[in-house]
């Protein structure tokens, strides 16, 4: 990696981490406060319906708009040679972006009008916590993107130091991530609960990369 790096960089990549710890934590509270069900009857989840359940939602959807400018920073921040690394990533994480971005849209618009309208059962297909909905399996395939643009971006880190840590965690969510989609797909418990305990390798990620992007003096 250089020795030296321009203002924006350093500064986009230190801002972008630490919204991203920001809303990581908004999302962990929410959720603790705000448990999120599975539901596969509709009426069910129409009887149990608050708006105030969704609010986890929120801080998901700004992590999708906060990564943008993060995986920029990672492609700018890689040596030349290693260019083409963080330009695969950013392509993978274009589709984390479409994915989730869009699911996430969808649930703070779409099913609150849906489901507080007088045709409710027209939001079964689009809702989150139906494990058998398109919206949960659009979620886990925007998770897959996420992941595998991770371990591209590790490609751009060198194996000593701290950045040896970060590439090393950045494979360990990758495949987390990874596992945890194949769990989805092949109906396996155990496997698809590594989508949520990936949180933890994803937030050491971007505290790492806080402390690196902090510590390279610039060049402009």
Not at 23 to 50: A, E, G, K, R
Not at 105 to 121: D, H
Not at 141 to 166: E, K, M, N
Request: aromatic share 18%; net charge positive.
């Amino acid at each position: 990696m250089a020795n030296s790096m321009s203002f924006s960089v350093k500064k986009m990549g230190q801002i972008s981490c630490i919204l991203i710890i920001f809303l990581v934590f908004l999302f962990v509270v929410s959720i603790v406060i705000f448990p999120q069900h599975q539901y596969v009857s509709f009426n069910t989840y129409l009887n149990n319906f608050h708006i105030v359940s969704l609010l986890p939602v929120i801080p998901s959807l700004f992590l999708v708009f906060a990564n943008v400018p993060l995986f920029a920073t990672l492609f700018y921040y890689a040596e030349h040679q290693k260019k083409i690394f963080g330009l695969i990533g950013v392509l993978f994480g274009i589709g984390y972006l479409v994915c989730s971005g869009i699911n996430y849209f969808v649930q703070l618009s779409m099913i609150i009008k849906t489901v507080s309208g007088n045709n409710p059962e027209i939001a079964v297909p689009f809702l989150m916590s139906n494990p058998n909905s398109f919206a949960y399996s659009i979620d886990n395939l925007g998770y897959l993107f996420l992941s595998i643009s991770f371990l591209f971006f590790s490609g751009i880190f060198t194996p000593r130091g701290l950045q040896s840590w970060i590439k090393s965690v950045f494979i360990i969510f990758g495949m987390a991530g990874i596992l945890g989609t194949l769990g989805y797909i092949l109906n396996v418990s155990l496997l698809e609960s590594m989508v949520l305990l990936s949180a933890l390798p994803y937030l050491v990620c971007i505290v790492l990369l806080f402390f690196e992007f902090r510590r390279y003096p610039i060049f402009d």
